[in-house]
């Protein structure tokens, strides 16, 4: 149990004294960059999906690459 108290005494030195917190400017932006990253992310994703996947409808002539290898089989 004395481990236990240790860990939890060491833990919470640790996360007070010595890890460096940013400030809140820091903070507002690295938010902004992950948020545009993510939404670039997205996007390309949606893109490749568009392209790639399976979009269009019954007698459409494009189905995308992935529409292509599930009517090959």
Do not use: C
């Not at 903070?27 to 990253?37: D, H, K, M």
């Not at 490749?48 to 690459?65: A, C, E, P, T």
Request: aromatic content about 14%; hydrophobic content about 50%.
């Amino acid at each position: 149990m004395s481990k236990v108290k240790e860990y939890i005494s060491e833990t919470v030195t640790e996360m007070v004294h010595r890890v460096t917190w940013p400030t809140w400017k820091e903070l507002q932006s690295n938010t902004i960059i992950v948020v545009i990253a993510s939404v670039l992310i997205a996007l390309s994703i949606f893109v490749m999906d568009f392209v790639f996947g399976i979009n269009g409808g019954k007698d459409s002539l494009w189905k995308g690459l992935l529409g292509f290898i599930y009517k090959s089989f």
